[in-house]
Structures are given as C-alpha cells and as structure tokens.
C-alpha cells in the first residue's frame, strides 16, 4: 500500500495456514475493503506455502507429477500454481524491461518441441542478447509435423488434418517477425546473428530498423567462438531443466500455454537468480543489462502481486497471460478470466 493512501482498519480475519491472522482495510476514497494478503502473490491461494518452492522445482527437471508427489498435493494442484506463477513471472519480467535500451548484438534462434502428441510440434523463437546472454523475449509457432514417416504415419496426420485443420504455414514468419518487432523497438541500428532459416530475412524486411544480419551454419562447430553460442547455450539449459522438452520423456507437454508458462518461469530464472556463467562469474544477466545491482532471491521475486492493468502487454504475451493460446487435439481449451486471482 502507498503512502498517503486514505484508508483505515476493519480488523482482522483467521485462515488455516500460515500467517494464520490476516488484516484487514477500508478504502476512505472509494469505499471498497482489502486485506494485507490482497497484495501478495499468493492471493485466492488455498496452499500459499506451495508457490515459493515452485519456482525452482520447475527449472530443475521435474514433472509436474513427481512435484505434485513431492509436496504431497494432488497434480491438479501443481499445474494450476504453475499457471498463477508463470502469470506473475510474465508481468514481473514485462515490468522489469518497460524501459530496457534495446541490445546492440541479438541472437534469435527456433527451438522446436510438441505438446499432446508428436503430431502437435511447435517452436519456441527465442532472442537472447549476445553480450549479456540476458533472455529478452520468446513467441511460440504451431507447426504441422515433418520429416521421416511411416506411411500409418502420414495417414493418421491426414486425419488429424481433416478433422482439426492445418497449422497456418506462414506461422514462422509472422511470429519472428512480432518477436524481432517487440526487441528492436525504439533502436535505429541492430545486429542480428541466425542460422540459415529462408524466413528470417523475409521478416526482417518489415522492421523499421537498420540490421546487419549475420548468418552463421548449422553445421559449424558449437564451440564458444560461435556466433550462435548464447542461443545454443540457451537451448541446451532449457532442455536440462526441463522436463517436458527432453528428446524421450513422458512428461512432455500436454498444451502449448502450460509449456509457454513454464519458460516464462525458467526466463526469469535465468535471468535473475542464476549467474550468467557457473564458475568464475559473479553477475546475473539482468546486473549485466543493468536492471538490477545485486543478484535477486526468490524473496525478492515474490515480494508482491502484480496487477495485470498496471503492466502494458503485447502481442503474444497478453495471450499467453489469459490463457489464449489453444491446443487442436483438445476439446476443452480454458481461458484465464479469474476476476479475483491473478
């Protein structure tokens, strides 16, 4: 609450966890009773003991099962705090580079993984500053499965097709061409290091920026003098401490918005708890980009809610905060349109 903000007390209330005595308020402008619990990120929580531990859960490779059996709730459980996590995690992080300069050095790459099924694959385009390996940014492509088929194969995807529809196949190019649209804003010159993807350049045409685009092969040698070093770095830790992007598991991803929950959370943890480099290193990312002059604990990251109306979402992201991005191979896709939760 701020300072000089007209309100008076109305008591207090009792709950069943901790803290166990809640106070509570009245606005004198406008009338309306709040509590103290109104502005933690644990409001509308049955279990606000569980959050605080999810945070790290998530980025270390577990499923949301073996969480669930972990903190002994049920998996049901587990999945809807991640959403309110990842929830947050977004608006912090959005608030976090409201007035971040854009990078002078950007990689982007794709990291492709699938939900529900392999016949469901998408990508990640991710976008990382080359000088800082701050993680700046990340829309998702549905995509319509490729490669090495058995003929049952190719039939079951043909009936998948008819029955749900095709992935739009200009999907890639819309949505590089958002991401690049949404971390260059504001700069007049900008270099930008890819792999040899054909649409990358078709949507850098439409960014009002000057770029310098630097392509480097697939098949050069990923070593640290690669000019893709920071993305390739990025993918490998995503898919470590990730459970549901490992190349064989059975916790992959059942929907698109859940995984797209989960990197948010790991993006903020990557950028913000964890050292840039593990040895011989003593910044985070976001201290490097100056946005923060120490590194940040779990405390700092869930020290109060933020509101949705008091942050500016764009494109994708005001989608993946309510909940909008949709999986074909599920009959029920529910939105986020909690009036009192976050």
């Known amino acids: 609450m701020h300072e000089g903000w007209p309100y008076k007390r109305m008591g207090y209330y009792q709950r069943k966890v901790e803290p166990h005595r809640i106070r509570r308020f009245r606005c004198n402008h406008c009338g309306v009773t709040f509590s103290s619990q109104t502005f ?9 003991d569980i959050l605080p531990k999810l945070l790290t859960k998530a980025v270390a490779c577990m499923a949301n099962r073996q969480i669930a059996e972990d903190l002994k709730v049920s998996s049901t459980c587990i999945d809807l705090q991640l959403n309110h996590l990842g929830r947050h995690c977004l608006l912090w992080h959005a608030e976090m580079v409201k007035d971040l300069k854009p990078p002078k050095n950007l990689v982007i790459d794709g990291f492709e993984s699938f939900e529900l099924s392999q016949y469901h694959p998408f990508h990640f385009h991710l976008a990382v500053d080359k000088d800082t390996s701050f993680f700046l940014w990340f829309v998702d492509s549905e995509l319509r499965r490729k490669g090495r088929m058995t003929p049952e194969q190719r039939v079951r995807r043909e009936e998948k097709e008819l029955l749900l529809g095709r992935p739009d196949p200009q999907a890639v190019r819309k949505d590089m061409e958002e991401l690049m649209g949404v971390v260059t804003a504001d700069a ?3 270099t930008i290091y890819s792999d040899a993807h054909k649409v990358y350049p078709i949507a850098m045409r ?20 690669n000019h893709m070093f920071e993305i390739n ?17 059975i916790g992959y991803s059942k929907r698109r918005q859940a995984a797209s929950m989960k990197l948010m959370i790991f993006l903020v943890w990557r950028n913000y708890l964890r050292f840039r480099r593990v040895r011989k290193c003593t910044e985070t990312p976001a201290m490097m980009v100056g946005l923060c002059h120490h590194r940040l604990t779990l405390e700092d990251v869930m020290a109060r809610r933020i509101f949705v109306g008091k942050v500016e979402l764009v494109g994708r992201w005001r989608e993946y905060y309510w909940g909008e991005v949709w999986t074909r191979g599920l009959k029920v896709n529910r939105r986020h349109d909690l009036k009192l939760a976050m």
């Open 233 to 249: 770095l990025l993918d490998l830790m995503i898919r470590h401490c990730s459970g549901n992007h490992k190349r064989e598991t």
């Open 188 to 190: 007049k010159e900008i």
């Open 206 to 225: 439409a960014l009002p920026v000057k770029i310098l685009h630097v392509v480097t092969s697939s098949k050069d040698h990923r070593d640290y003098n």
């Open 40 to 48: 933690a990120t644990t409001y509308w929580l049955k279990r606000p």
